[in-house]
């Protein structure tokens, strides 16, 4: 199975790299850090792994730092082989051109999630040291969710690198996947609907709908939608239920289309 | 069958025509040499007959079926060694090639194909700390797995030193008596003297020439060069000598005449010379070498006549020009900047 091999192959490459190594550790030190300054002291709370999460490290350091790595991750992924000159050894060997993208989206998001599931061992350490009820399956769920925000932010990353034929188209790309979803897409959307109003307004939903779909568009608040909800204990329930699925879907939108977007691109060129 | 088939390909980037029109047929079980000068269009190519570069117009076949549809089955029956290719720095060498394996879906023995390339030593090392050589061996091993039916090589020996060069001869040999059709290319004709059936020479993305070696050189004329040191030669003892039968042409150089003629007709050249009262006080001869032959077809203009030539190796149509301002191909100095300049440890000649 080819996209096996490649996957195979492009994980082992991945979690060799010293970049991602030292992003990880970063990672883990700042949540571990995280974890100890906001440790509840006397009074166990019950919700203190929740509200740890939730509250400061899902806002803070998930949603800013996992991004980015899945970025710095998925970037080169197509263009740097292509620029080396390892996509000819690749391409040697039967494998198409789709085989290449999407083995890489598997190989390097398992990458990624390994990574984060490694960076969240060390915060785990310091919650169970710390004298506080340590919620063991919100703090898993939770590694669960930041490791797809990671995959996802890898598949829109290693899109973007097979549309690009040089690295540093690739890494302007990369740049602006992250400036786009994690710092500015709120400020982004909230103009574009500002401006479309007329058009937003000859539409069968209201404004606030327009604003909800576009918020859970984004995966970084998709991610923290699920996340949060999870760890309220209300995922796929509750009220905001058709928002979650609607985040869900955005999540598997953004896993899918980009590479297949990049694909598109990357199969017609001359390598 | 035919393992290689081009019917009218043509690759423009821009505005470079990189390959114009090219027919090329490579039968099963052959081994085609296909040479050209750097930026002749080899590459290009053979990046086509793997599906890395599309032809502007034109069809490629390979192993029967169309690169454009059928690559991946074509290329499960195919090993190739790309030029211009890097490795996995963070992989070890039988990483690379346990890789190659699984892709394939091939059973080889990684360690077996490492040792037959001679990097047995070095499979647990990363490859990044491979010098140039050793990544031509490894991509080597990569090309030999599961027993291809072709082989795909393109510039093999580039960076290997000579031994490294006579190793990779003899296993496109052994391949080849394996019943594997081997085309590989290069800009050194000495390397393919040895192991090629046949050879192709590119020049300016046109296929100028096609034919055993021996044909070429028969072709370009089986001829030696004769040097004559005559001061006092004059015109009549040209002419003279110019009659002769054997004898395609005579250049005066200064005080020396250059003749280009059969070998059987050096003594009739100086005997000729002799009677027409011309002290002849040194003459020396040089055979057209291999490298001659080569620049003849890529750099002279033995190409243009290539097309009376190559239909008849037997006719006697004059290869190197009866004019004797005619420039000469045998008379090309082989250091001369062009395909003998790249990599000298790669020019090693086994004879």
Known sequence: ?271 | MTAIELRGVTKEFGDVTAVRDLDLTVEDGEVYGFLGPNGAGKSTTIDMLLDLVRPTAGTVRVLGADVATDGVAIRRRTGVLPDGFSVYDRLSGRKHVEFAVESKDAADDPDALLARVGLADAADRDAGEYSKGMRQRLALAMALVDDPDLLILDEPSSGLDPAGAKEMREIVRAEAERGATVFFSSHILEQVDAVCDRVGILRDGELVAEDSVEGLREAVGGEETLEVAAAGADGDAVAAVRALAGVSGVTRDGDELVVNCDSDAKTDVIATLEEAGVSVADFHTREASLEDLFLAYTEGDAATRDADTAASTSTDVDPTGGDPTDVDPTDVDPTDAGPGDDDPAAEEVDR
């Open chain 1, 1 to 271: 199975m080819s996209i096996a091999a490649i996957a195979r192959k492009d994980f082992q490459e991945t979690v060799q790299s010293r970049g991602m190594i030292a992003l990880v550790a970063l990672f883990s030190l700042l949540v571990a850090a995280f974890a100890y300054a906001v440790r509840p002291t006397g009074q166990s709370e019950q919700f203190a792994t929740e509200v740890l999460l939730s509250v400061f490290v899902g806002r803070f350091l998930v949603t800013t730092l996992v991004p980015l790595v899945g970025v710095v991750v998925g970037y080169n992924a197509v263009s740097g082989e292509r620029e080396s000159g390892s996509l000819k050894l690749l391409l040697s060997l039967p494998h198409s051109r789709a085989d290449v993208v999407f083995g890489k989206v598997v190989g390097r998001g398992a990458a990624l999630a390994l990574a984060v599931f490694a960076g969240f061992l060390l915060p785990a350490l310091v919650l169970i040291a710390a004298p506080v009820a340590f919620n063991a399956g919100a703090f898993l769920g939770y590694t669960v969710f930041a490791a797809a925000l990671g995959v996802v932010f890898v598949a829109i990353a290693v899109g973007c690198s097979a549309a690009s034929s040089t690295q540093r188209r690739a890494l302007i790309g990369g740049v602006a996947i992250y400036v786009l979803f994690v710092l500015l897409w709120g400020a982004i959307t909230g103009r574009l609907v500002g401006a479309a109003g007329p058009v937003v307004d000859a539409l069968p939903v209201s404004s606030t709908q327009v604003r909800v779909f576009l918020r859970v568009s984004n995966p970084t608040t998709a991610v923290e939608a699920l996340s949060n909800a999870f760890l309220g204990e209300q995922l796929f329930t509750g009220d905001s239920a058709n928002q979650q699925l609607s985040a869900a879907a955005m999540l598997v939108f953004w896993t899918l289309a980009p590479p297949l977007a990049g694909l598109l691109k990357f199969d017609t060129d001359d390598l």
